[in-house]
């Protein structure tokens, strides 16, 4: 169990940091896009 | 429901000013849409032009449309029910979704095959009857699958304002939410586009990580582990214990489920990957996906595990209602993580986050609803008219259909009474169609020799797995379990795939036949 314990322990612990960095990356980014798609659409 | 229990259900942070809160994201949002609107025509010209989203815009709409209130509910169902071992849902879904973005496993010769949607990649590789029969098994499937929906969003709204105090506030909010949900999309979905995706996934994503932080503030990180430890001992962390909520076959149907099913054969999945720029885009946007396929399941769980904690350890009274020692009905566990978020997360940003969930929830019916009245009127209802369908009859039928649908999730989410989890209740209405799909998209992408007569056969062959629901299994008085039922409908529909095709292989002028009718349709759709 000890095992099972020290597992999801680590493997929670880097998905979410995982998560966070592809959240602000892709909120960044996508604003980027967005703003692109816009300028596309208005020309 | 008596006085007492209904003061105990009605603390929460949810306040007049989280109302305040909901009420104007959502106006923000149509506000969005109206603004949006006037761009959509030319933002189909730009994609339909050949220069696709970008990835970080590709990634947050499939995270936004993937993420939706339904989802965050059954995983943390699955949290409290099964603990930390119910985080192999997560990892498994992660780990394939990764290796079908890094092999392009079905999803990328599917692009390379230019069809639009699944049925009608039946037609182009088999003939009309498989489409057709492809498209009443997937709407059966899929109408089925979102039955709970309505169900499991109104608990979600009902549990975190306080008003399940009242036994009369479930079917009004469903009533409420379906009304809604309904002129959401008959205004013609135009909402549902990559703008408000995006802003649902930076409220969602950050919403979701406060609300893990407060969380572990709240209860404490090494308390999670103990208390996990004490009530469910090691079946609570390892997902291989029988004796547990799950086992090896229940971890093996998740591979196939949470993971294949979920990002290569699901048609809201792989309407994408359909529509991305190239199938080298396709396997891009899939492996970065992969974090999100695996923290939509996380998260929730984790909430889920800590609802059990906080309700188990810090909090009597709610205990006495969820797990009740003198023989009275338990509250449904569905109720216990919105409950949770409402007592610990700070009035403003419970709003905030409500509001997010809501508009995710709209966006995923209006979606679903779209899909499968699509099909039904595209693949089934269409085909088999002899003179075929004008655009105008199409739209019509295809509204009648969203207004039928509707009324039916309100209908089965008052009256069905299966006990089954809800992710569990999902996993097998949706097996209806994806175990025979799975047989047939192999068949057809990989193996020369797959048949008509072989699909089709195999696509029957889904009907099967309706026997792994509760009230069908007391109907006909036998007990197996889901997983077992599903993985045996999908080894089924593999071997009569097989079978099938040995038997009966297609005869080359029949085969040339069904495809020039295909084409002669395709022009006709064209024009229409």
Do not use: H, N
């Given at each position: 169990m000890d095992f099972w314990i020290a597992f999801w322990k680590i493997c929670f612990v880097v998905v979410l940091a995982l998560f966070a960095v592809l959240a602000v990356f892709v909120t960044i980014g996508g604003y980027r896009d967005i703003r692109e798609l816009f300028q596309t659409m208005e020309e | 429901m008596n006085e007492h229990t209904a003061e105990i259900l009605s603390q929460t942070n949810f306040s007049s000013i989280d109302w305040v809160i909901v009420l104007l994201y959502l106006s923000i949002s149509v506000v969005i849409g109206l603004f949006v609107r006037k761009f959509v025509v030319n933002m189909t010209d730009y994609i339909g032009a050949g220069r696709a989203l970008g990835t970080c815009l590709g990634i947050a709409t499939m995270t936004g449309t993937e993420m939706g209130l339904v989802t965050v509910m059954y995983s943390s169902q699955k949290g409290f029910t099964g603990g930390f071992a119910a985080f192999h849902i997560a990892l498994v879904a992660g780990i394939v979704t990764f290796l079908v973005g890094a092999s392009g496993f079905i999803v990328a010769k599917l692009r390379e095959s230019e069809v639009l949607t699944i049925p009608e990649y039946y037609e182009k590789r088999f003939d009309r009857k498989t489409r057709v029969l492809g498209g009443i098994m997937l709407a059966l499937g899929g109408i089925l699958n979102m039955g709970l929906f309505l169900k499991v969003g109104s608990i979600f709204i009902v549990g975190v304002t306080g008003l399940s105090a009242q036994g009369w506030a479930l079917p009004l909010v469903m009533t409420l939410l379906l009304v809604l949900v309904l002129i959401y999309t008959t205004l013609g979905g135009m909402f549902s586009v990559v703008v408000t995706d995006y802003i649902q996934f930076v409220v969602l994503s950050a919403g979701m990580l406060v609300a893990t932080y407060v969380a572990i503030q709240v209860i404490g990180w090494d308390h999670l582990f103990e208390t996990i430890v004490a009530a469910k001992g090691q079946a609570g962390f390892d997902p291989f214990v029988s004796e547990g909520a799950?086992?090896?076959?229940?971890?093996?149907?998740?591979?196939?489920?949470?993971?294949?099913?979920?990002?290569?054969?699901?048609?809201?999945?792989?309407?994408?990957?359909?529509?991305?720029?190239?199938?080298?885009?396709?396997?891009?946007?899939?492996?970065?996906?992969s974090i999100s396929f695996m923290i939509r399941f996380l998260i929730p769980n984790f909430l889920g595990i800590a609802a059990f904690v906080l309700i188990t350890t810090k909090s009597p009274e709610l205990n006495a209602l969820f797990f009740p020692t003198d023989g009275s009905a338990p509250l449904d566990n569905l109720y216990a993580m919105p409950i949770f978020l409402g007592r610990i997360i700070p009035t403003g940003i419970i709003g905030l986050i409500s509001a997010a969930m809501i508009a995710a929830f709209m966006s995923t019916h209006d979606s679903y609803l779209l899909a499968w009245s699509s099909v039904l009127t595209q693949d089934v209802i269409a085909p088999l008219r002899r003179n075929g369908m004008t655009g105008a009859e199409r739209i019509k039928c295809t509204r009648i259909l969203i207004v039928v649908i509707g009324l039916y999730i309100l209908y089965w989410g008052l009256f069905y009474k299966g006990n089954d989890d809800i992710w569990d209740y999902m996993a097998v209405t949706g097996a209806i169609y994806f175990t025979g799909s799975f047989a047939v998209l192999l068949g057809g992408l990989y193996w020369k020799r797959a048949s008509s007569t072989g699909a089709f056969l195999a696509l029957l062959s889904g009907i099967f797995a309706v026997v792994g629901l509760g009230p069908v299994q007391a109907l006909l008085g036998i007990q197996i379990s889901g997983e077992r039922v599903g993985l045996l409908t999908v080894a089924f529909s593999l071997f009569v795939m097989v079978l099938g095709s040995l038997l009966f292989p297609d005869n080359s002028y029949a085969m040339s036949e069904a495809r020039r009718e295909a084409l002669n349709d395709k022009a006709q759709m064209q024009e229409v």
């Open positions: - | 799950f086992g090896l076959e229940y971890v093996l149907w998740m591979a196939f489920t949470a993971g294949l099913v979920s990002c290569a054969i699901w048609p809201t999945a792989v309407a994408r990957a359909l529509a991305a720029k190239d199938a080298k885009t396709v396997k891009k946007q899939y492996m970065w996906s």
